[in-house]
């Protein structure tokens, strides 16, 4: 599997940045193409504009133009942004979530520490000194390994997307790092402290935070789950329980939540997604079958569930 480590610059995404690009990709599917009439255009520098380019195909509300140069909004990106959007700045923790889904589950060329740390990390916390140790062992078996500058930026870029910055001085957070709208989630939470692997000096220590059922809607985990079903088993006609709780992507890994929460909320699946799901709950083999129709149209209409709930 090739992995992306890079692209994203030195910056997190920050709230602002998808609903102007989507804006400027709109009136100009090149935007990207200039750097200095992104530049005026977004009202960033350089190196900024490069991130943001980044950020809006990563979280999936743009993409390559068809038969043209250029970027194009995605469907999601017209439904969450365009003029009757659903949410154009961002203001509700189901569209978050959902872009947390969308940027923890990319099918090509997924994101290394994202994929990494939720798919792969078997402890209940980390730190960075143990990440980027394990991510040089990676690198290591790669055709081409990977400089310790860039391990080193990508692991931060994961970590600050989701925990705020905090001085050195003061240990107070950072202004700037509360911008990152996947902050507000609190996926990831402080988990103590520990000597690092050289044993030199405290660092801290972070968890996944596996309470996170509670704000996942159940239209949002429909949404999600369908979406999920057609990227990695559009062939399929069911999955496993195991599939669905444990493998890479999968909607039980990407929101952390246990069994029993998963377990639930399949077990009410077919009337929250009006027959589109049919949860059988065997002993031997439990197991998710698709009993709807997978279309385009369904999953608008899943998202128009999703934020009608929401606005009620």
Request: charged content about 20%; proline content about 6%.
């Amino acid at each position: 599997m090739k992995f992306r480590f890079s692209g994203h610059e030195s910056f997190p995404c920050r709230y602002t940045w998808l609903p102007k690009a989507y804006q400027a990709i709109s009136t100009d599917p090149e935007i990207f193409s200039n750097d200095n009439a992104a530049m005026v255009t977004l009202g960033v520098g350089k190196n900024m504009v490069k991130s943001i380019r980044f950020w809006i195909q990563a979280f999936g509300i743009a993409k390559p133009a068809t038969g043209q140069p250029g970027l194009e909004p995605t469907e999601l990106g017209h439904l969450i942004f365009g003029p009757d959007g659903f949410d154009p700045f961002l203001e509700d923790t189901q569209t978050l979530w959902l872009l947390h889904y969308k940027l923890s589950s990319i099918k090509d060329d997924p994101l290394f520490a994202w994929y990494f740390l939720l798919y792969r990390w078997s402890k209940p916390q980390f730190s960075r000194s143990e990440v980027l140790s394990q991510f040089t062992k990676e690198s290591e078996q790669m055709e081409r390994p990977l400089a310790d500058f860039t391990k080193d930026q990508h692991f931060d870029i994961f970590l600050h997307s989701y925990v705020p910055v905090r001085s050195k001085k003061t240990n107070e957070v950072l202004e700037d790092s509360l911008d990152c709208p996947l902050n507000e989630l609190q996926f990831i939470l402080p988990g103590g402290e520990r000597l690092s692997d050289d044993g030199g000096r405290l660092e801290p220590l972070y968890e996944f935070n596996n309470e996170n059922g509670q704000q996942i809607s159940d239209q949002l985990f429909v949404y999600c789950l369908f979406d999920n079903w057609r990227n990695f088993h559009a062939a399929e006609q069911t999955i496993s329980f195991r599939e669905i709780s444990s493998s890479p992507c999968s909607i039980g890994q990407v929101f952390r939540l246990n069994e029993p929460e998963l377990r639930n909320r399949l077990e009410h699946i077919s009337a929250v997604s009006a027959g589109l799901f049919e949860f059988v709950s065997s002993a031997s083999v439990p197991r998710l079958i698709k009993t709807g129709e997978f279309s385009d149209q369904t999953q608008q209409t899943l998202l128009n569930t999703m934020y009608r709930n929401i606005a009620v």
